[in-house]
C-alpha cells in the first residue's frame, strides 16, 4: 500500500486543533499531542495519530471526559494512587509519572498507580520522562483483552506493555518497549488488510487451537502470550501480562481481565464492572538509589558497549533496546511521517466532522 | 530413569550436616537448607539438594564464604545495597528480603540489590517471604551466561528469573517464578541424559542457528531468550533479561553480561571482572501502599477466581502461577522427594568426603 508522508509539525498542529476542539486546555493539548505523535515518530504507527480519531469518538459517546479533574486519592512516603477522572491517558500518564518523580526524590522511588483512565499511546514514552530527571522509569498499562492466557479459549489479557527507561553516562539511554504477547496486534491488523496470514504461534482460534488465519480474532480466538504455546513458555508470557495486569488494575482500583473497556466506542462497556476505566502502573528509580550516580552511569554504558560489541550471526547485529526506534524519530522528524491510505481517508473525514483544515 | 524417594526431613538433616561442616552457623545452615530444599519441595529439581555438592566445592575453591559479614552500604529512605560478603546466596537473598521488607513498613514499598553473591536457590522463595507481612514480594537474580541475546552468536545473559508473589484475602498467593529463556536448562540437562532432541526454539548452534541437539551448548552454542526467534518475540525475552541484569548487577555493582561467575567451580572466573559476585534484586511492596488492604486483597480474589474460571481448552484448565508448584510441595511433604540415581550417586561421594553419614 502507497503511503503519503507528511511533516511531523504538518501532524502535529492537525492534532492540536482537534483535541482543541473536544474541549482540552491549551496544555493538555499540546501535551496529548507530543505523546500521540511521539509514537509515529518512533515508528509504532499503531498507537499513534491512526487512533486520534478513535479518542474523538470515545469523547462523543461520553467516555473521555476532556476537563479532567485528575486527583490523588491514597499515598505513602513512596507510592500513590491517581484517579484520572475519565481523563485521556495521554495527560493522565505523564502527571502520574511526574508525582513518582517527585516520591522518588524524597524517598529513592516512587511508585504510582492509576484507575480511571483510558489509553495511554506508547508505555516508552512516560518511562523516558524520568531520563530528564537522572532516574530509571518503568511504565504499565492493561488493555482490553485480546489475549488467552495459556489454556484458555477465553480473552481475559490485553497486550499489557512492560516500558522500562535506563540511562547511561555518554551512551544513548537503554529504553525497552513491548507488549508481553508474541505479536503485536498492529502487525496483525497489516497483515489482516493484506490478506496474508500469520506466522505459527501468534494466534488461536475459537477452541484454542493454533491458527495462522488473521480473521481468527473475529472468529473468538485471540493473541498468544509471549511464547506462544507452553512448550515455548506461553505460561511465561502469561505471567508476564497478568502482572501487568494486577500492577495496573488491582493495584489501584481499575478494571482488569474481561472487564478492561475496550477502546473503540462502538462495543459496549463490560457489565458490572470490577473498578473505574483502565489502569496504568508507574515508577521511577534515582540513579543514586543504590550507590553514587557517576558509578551506576559508567557501569550502564559499559554495559551497553558489551552487549553493542557482541559477536553477532552473520549480517546481523546486537541491537541495545531502544535503538531501532531511536533511528527512526532522527529518520521521521527530518523527512516526516508516513501515513496508510485509510489513516488519511479517517483523518480527512475527521476533519469535515470537527470543521478543521486538515493538514493545511 | 529409576528415582528413589527419600522423606524430606532425611534429606533435611543430612543438608544441614553437610553445611554444618563447612562451617556455617547454626543459624545460618538451618536457614539454608531450608531455602535449598524448598527448590525440591516445588518440583524445581534442578535447583534443589541436586546444587548441594556445587556449593560445597564453591567453598573448597575458596568463592564461598561459611561466615560473611554481610553489610549495607549504600542506602536511601526505599532503598538498599547489601553486600553479601561471598557469603551462599541462599542466606543473603532472605537477609535482602527482610531490609526490603523492614523498608516497605516505612516508605509503602522497599527495594534492596545485592552484589558479592552467588545462587540464591529459587526466586519464588524469597519473593514468597513478603507474603507473610502482608506484601508483594520480587525477586530478580542475575546467573551464569548461557543465553544469546537477540542475532547474538555469544552468550551474554543468564536465565535471570522473575518471581512475583502477591497475596490474596481467602485465595492461595498468586506466584510467578520463571526464567526468561524459552526452556529452563534443568530439562535441556533430562533431554540430554535422556539422549533425546530439544523442541525447536529451545537451543542455537554455534553459528545462532537454532538448532535441537542438546549437545550444542557444549559446542559454543546458547539457550534463546523467552520467543524462541525474532519472529516470535525472542527480542522481549533479551529485554527482559536484561533488564533482570541491570536491576541485579549494575544497580549493585556485582558482575553483570559475560562476567557473571559460574557455578560450577572447575570452570575458571572471568577474567578482569566489572563487579563482585553475582547480583540480586528483591522488592516488597505493602498491601496497603496503592489502597486499603482490605479492597486489595479482596479484588486479588476475584482476579484469582475469574481466572480459574476461565472457559478452557478441552481437558485443560487455566492455572493461577503457583498453582502447580503447590501442589507438588503438598505431595512431597507427603511422600518424599524423588531423586535421580546420578543425584544420589552424588550426595553418597559428598557423604564420604565430608565424613557425614548418608541420609542415615
Given at each position: 500500500?502507497?503511503?503519503?508522508?507528511?511533516?511531523?509539525?504538518?501532524?502535529?498542529?492537525?492534532?492540536?486543533?482537534?483535541?482543541?476542539?473536544?474541549?482540552?486546555?491549551?496544555?493538555?493539548?499540546?501535551?496529548?499531542?507530543?505523546?500521540?505523535?511521539?509514537?509515529?515518530?518512533?515508528?509504532?504507527?499503531?498507537?499513534?495519530?491512526?487512533?486520534?480519531?478513535?479518542?474523538?469518538?470515545?469523547?462523543?459517546?461520553?467516555?473521555?471526559?476532556?476537563?479532567?479533574?485528575?486527583?490523588?486519592?491514597?499515598?505513602?512516603?513512596?507510592?500513590?494512587?491517581?484517579?484520572?477522572?475519565?481523563?485521556?491517558?495521554?495527560?493522565?500518564?505523564?502527571?502520574?509519572?511526574?508525582?513518582?518523580?517527585?516520591?522518588?526524590?524524597?524517598?529513592?522511588t516512587g511508585w504510582v498507580a492509576v484507575k480511571n483512565s483510558n489509553h495511554f499511546g506508547i508505555a516508552g514514552?512516560?518511562?523516558?520522562?524520568?531520563?530528564?530527571?537522572?532516574?530509571?522509569?518503568?511504565?504499565?498499562?492493561?488493555?482490553?483483552?485480546?489475549?488467552?492466557?495459556?489454556?484458555?479459549?477465553?480473552?481475559?489479557?490485553?497486550?499489557?506493555?512492560?516500558?522500562?527507561?535506563?540511562?547511561?553516562?555518554?551512551?544513548?539511554?537503554?529504553?525497552?518497549?513491548?507488549?508481553?504477547?508474541?505479536?503485536?496486534?498492529?502487525?496483525?491488523?497489516?497483515?489482516?488488510?493484506?490478506?496474508?496470514?500469520?506466522?505459527?504461534?501468534?494466534?488461536?482460534?475459537?477452541?484454542?487451537?493454533?491458527?495462522?488465519?488473521?480473521?481468527?480474532?473475529?472468529?473468538?480466538?485471540?493473541?498468544?502470550?509471549?511464547?506462544?504455546?507452553?512448550?515455548?513458555?506461553?505460561?511465561?508470557?502469561?505471567?508476564?501480562?497478568a502482572i501487568v495486569d494486577i500492577f495496573s488494575a488491582v493495584f489501584s482500583g481499575a478494571n482488569y481481565a474481561?472487564?478492561?473497556?475496550?477502546?473503540?466506542?462502538?462495543?459496549?462497556?463490560?457489565?458490572?464492572?470490577?473498578?473505574?476505566?483502565?489502569?496504568?502502573?508507574?515508577?521511577?528509580?534515582?540513579?543514586?538509589?543504590?550507590?553514587?550516580?557517576?558509578?551506576?552511569?559508567?557501569?550502564?554504558?559499559?554495559?551497553?558497549?558489551?552487549?553493542?560489541?557482541?559477536?553477532?550471526?552473520?549480517?546481523?547485529?546486537?541491537?541495545?533496546?531502544?535503538?531501532?526506534?531511536?533511528?527512526?524519530?532522527?529518520?521521521?522528524?527530518?523527512?516526516?511521517?508516513?501515513?496508510?491510505?485509510?489513516?488519511?481517508?479517517?483523518?480527512?473525514?475527521?476533519?469535515?466532522?470537527?470543521?478543521?483544515?486538515?493538514?493545511?
Open positions: 500500500m502507497q503511503t503519503i508522508t507528511f511533516p511531523y509539525q504538518q501532524l502535529f498542529t492537525f492534532t492540536e486543533n482537534i483535541f482543541r476542539c473536544i474541549g482540552f486546555s491549551e496544555e493538555n493539548y499540546t501535551l496529548a499531542t507530543k505523546v500521540l505523535l511521539q509514537a509515529d515518530l518512533r515508528g509504532i504507527d499503531s498507537h499513534g495519530i491512526a487512533r486520534l480519531s478513535g479518542y474523538v469518538r470515545l469523547w462523543e459517546a461520553g467516555r473521555l471526559n476532556a476537563k479532567p479533574n485528575m486527583q490523588v486519592i491514597y499515598e505513602t512516603p513512596s507510592t500513590a494512587t491517581l484517579n484520572g477522572d475519565t481523563g485521556v491517558g495521554l495527560i493522565i500518564a505523564p502527571k502520574a509519572m511526574q508525582i513518582a518523580i517527585t516520591k522518588a526524590k524524597q524517598c529513592g514514552y512516560h518511562a523516558m520522562l524520568a531520563l530528564e530527571e537522572n532516574m530509571i522509569g518503568i511504565a504499565l498499562t492493561n488493555a482490553s483483552p485480546l489475549v488467552a492466557p495459556t489454556f484458555s479459549t477465553e480473552r481475559l489479557l490485553g497486550t499489557n506493555p512492560i516500558a522500562v527507561a535506563i540511562p547511561a553516562l555518554t551512551q544513548e539511554p537503554f529504553v525497552a518497549d513491548f507488549a508481553t504477547t508474541t505479536a503485536a496486534n498492529g502487525k496483525l491488523e497489516i497483515l489482516e488488510r493484506k490478506g496474508e496470514n500469520a506466522p505459527w504461534g501468534w494466534l488461536q482460534d475459537a477452541e484454542g487451537n493454533i491458527t495462522t488465519d488473521t480473521q481468527a480474532r473475529k472468529k473468538g480466538g485471540a493473541l498468544l502470550p509471549l511464547g506462544s504455546d507452553y512448550e515455548h513458555g506461553s505460561h511465561k508470557g502469561y505471567c508476564l501480562g474481561s472487564w478492561v473497556p475496550p477502546f473503540v466506542s462502538y462495543l459496549p462497556l463490560p457489565q458490572n464492572p470490577v473498578g473505574e476505566g483502565i489502569g496504568h502502573f508507574f515508577g521511577a528509580i534515582r540513579v543514586d538509589a543504590f550507590r553514587p550516580a557517576e558509578e551506576f552511569l559508567k557501569e550502564m554504558d559499559n554495559w551497553i558497549l558489551r552487549f553493542k560489541n557482541a559477536k553477532a550471526i552473520e549480517g546481523k547485529k546486537v541491537l541495545i533496546p531502544g535503538e531501532p526506534e531511536r533511528e527512526q524519530e532522527k529518520l521521521r522528524i527530518q523527512n516526516g511521517i508516513p501515513l496508510m491510505p485509510s489513516v488519511i481517508e479517517d483523518l480527512k473525514q475527521l476533519a469535515e466532522k470537527m470543521k478543521v483544515d486538515f493538514l493545511s
